[in-house]
């Protein structure tokens, strides 16, 4: 470097840090402000995280102070280690990642308090009451899988992605969306046990066809068929699921217009290892509707929905018969070294309760059965008056009796898609609570006497994400891990030619009548 140069950068360097100091506004200090007024109510927080049980492993529940003021203090402190403080002109409170993950992994099984503190107008500093929430001891599992779309109001579909998101930070990833093949639907994610080495997934599209893409330790094999709602056996060696024939229609006037039908089910066994499909009389009466397949852990039995089919032409719309139709919550045992079936025995009756049976699913554990009821159908997640009920199955050995109860969580909204961790201490489930349009996910922790605590909304890195979104989240599915395979990779499996080519075998338990065409005109 010249003697010239080094004299030009001696002269400039210290205006540079003089700018730079003149530019530096220092943080406020960080402490509680002194002899507040005290305000004797909790303040309103958006969103409300207030009385919930929280996973020892969630990302910061970020909020914003729905109070007015000119400055904000937010203090979030437990029994051990060091408060988090956070100081603003905003109210938006973004809790350090690391300070938080910290905080909670010292105070597990703890109380967790929230103290917020307002600058009114006047200049004097306002103290609400005390949040509090409960830190959990035991974790969520990590990840969560779920559809994020537009909702849907004809049959032209929209983007429609396959999520993943990692509960204990922000991130999210698309595994695929319905733009990698030029349009249509994705749906109907699956794992087994909570794992993603072995996966199904449908796609379907004007272009590329129906199909389910089956993912295995990292390979990517194209189904030639629609696989419906599916359940995985523990042993990892078949897969139970729906034949469906499910139109969508509209209500004239309601809160929710979207409606549809099941107008002929059966279940179908799809087994690994010879790439065949199977059907049981059992559990495809060619005379009643069977849907929503969820296997019991130990793999004994299969739970689903059953319900007489109501009409003789499959093929026409029944609009006199539509909300008559009630399932039934059933079960069958299952011997999978023979390959054999019991027989049918109902859990909960619809002549009992009045309501329908929809999307059954035991907790890894084996002791808790969660389902939703709802008025008429098969799709509750359509229905304002969907709820979550519970079973505990080990009452059934010391009674000789199912019975369910309704859960305290449940909202004047539907309630529906519903998963479990592998600890079967927490569920994801989804609900349109918040702004009765879009569908969220909710996390609530369920205890060893199965109270299914208040839930907590999907905590968001922006606090106001949901203020502005305007698609509904919803299928979510709690995995112990990433899925290995995503984006081009599962597309060109999609668009490719090559696929196994699988036959329905054409029996009397085979649903009867055409398939009607997914993007044809939803009727009116």
């Not at 969630?58 to 914003?64: H, Q, R, T, V, W």
């Not at 729905?66 to 437990?78: A, L, M, N």
């Not at 968001?460 to 995503?486: G, R, W």
């Amino acid at each position: 470097m010249s003697r010239k140069r080094r004299v030009v950068m001696f002269i400039l360097l210290p205006a540079v840090m003089v700018s730079a100091a003149l530019l530096y506004i220092p943080a406020q200090r960080k402490h509680s402000p002194e002899r507040p007024l005290r305000i004797d109510r909790t303040p309103v927080l958006r969103p409300d995280y207030s009385n919930t049980v929280i996973p020892p492993n969630i990302a910061p529940l970020n909020f914003l102070v729905d109070e007015i003021g000119s400055r904000y203090y937010v203090k979030i402190c437990s029994a051990q280690g060091k408060p988090i403080e956070v100081s603003n002109r905003t109210g938006r409170i973004l809790i350090p990642q690391n300070q938080w993950r910290r905080l909670l992994t010292e105070n597990k099984n703890q109380t967790l308090y929230f103290d917020v503190f307002v600058k009114a107008k006047d200049g004097r500093w306002c103290l609400y009451s005390t949040i509090t929430s409960k830190i959990a001891g035991e974790p969520i599992d990590r990840f969560l899988v779920y559809r994020r779309m537009h909702p849907t109001h004809t049959q032209r579909l929209g983007t429609v992605a396959l999520c993943q998101r990692d509960l204990e930070s922000f991130h999210e990833s698309v595994i695929l969306d319905n733009g990698y093949y030029k349009g249509g639907c994705l749906n109907c994610h699956s794992f087994c046990n909570g794992r993603t080495d072995k996966m199904l997934m449908g796609v379907r599209g004007p272009k590329y066809g129906t199909s389910t893409l089956l993912l295995e330790n990292g390979a990517v094999v194209k189904i030639g068929a629609k696989f419906g709602y599916t359940s995985w056996h523990p042993s990892g060696r078949l897969a139970v699921f729906s034949i469906d024939e499910l139109p969508m229609f509209f209500h004239s006037a309601r809160n929710e217009v979207r409606d549809t039908i099941d107008l002929n089910s059966a279940l179908a066994c799809f087994d690994l290892d010879s790439r065949t499909i199977k059907i049981s009389p059992k559990i495809a009466d060619k005379s009643r509707l069977e849907t929503w397949p969820a296997w019991s852990p130990d793999g004994r039995f299969l739970y689903f929905c059953s319900a007489p089919m109501l009409w003789s032409d499959p093929t026409r719309f029944p609009a006199a018969l539509y909300k008559k139709v009630k399932y039934d919550l059933v079960r069958i045992s299952y011997d999978i070294n023979n390959d054999q079936w019991g027989e049918v025995e109902t859990v909960i009756a619809a002549a009992d309760t009045g309501r329908s049976a929809a999307m059954p699913k035991v907790s890894p554990d084996g002791r808790w059965l969660l389902f939703c009821l709802c008025d008429y159908g098969y799709f509750p997640s359509w229905q304002q008056n969907s709820d979550f009920y519970i079973i505990d199955l080990q009452n059934i050995q010391q009674t000789g009796r199912y019975s369910c109860s309704r859960l305290d969580i449940n909202s004047d909204q539907a309630e529906a898609w519903h998963t479990w961790s592998s600890n079967s201490r927490w569920i994801v489930f989804t609900s349109k609570r918040d702004q009765g349009v879009f569908t969220r996910c909710y996390i609530s922790y369920v205890d060893a006497e199965g109270k299914v605590h208040n839930p907590l909304l999907l905590p968001q890195k922006d606090p106001a994400f949901y203020d502005i979104c305007l698609e509904s989240h919803n299928t979510p599915e709690l995995v112990t891990e990433p899925i290995p395979v995503a984006g081009e990779k599962l597309a060109r499996a999609v668009r490719g030619n090559s696929q196994v080519s699988v036959q329905i075998p054409i029996t009397m338990a085979t649903p009867m009548g055409r398939q009607i065409d997914e993007y044809d005109q939803p009727r009116q």
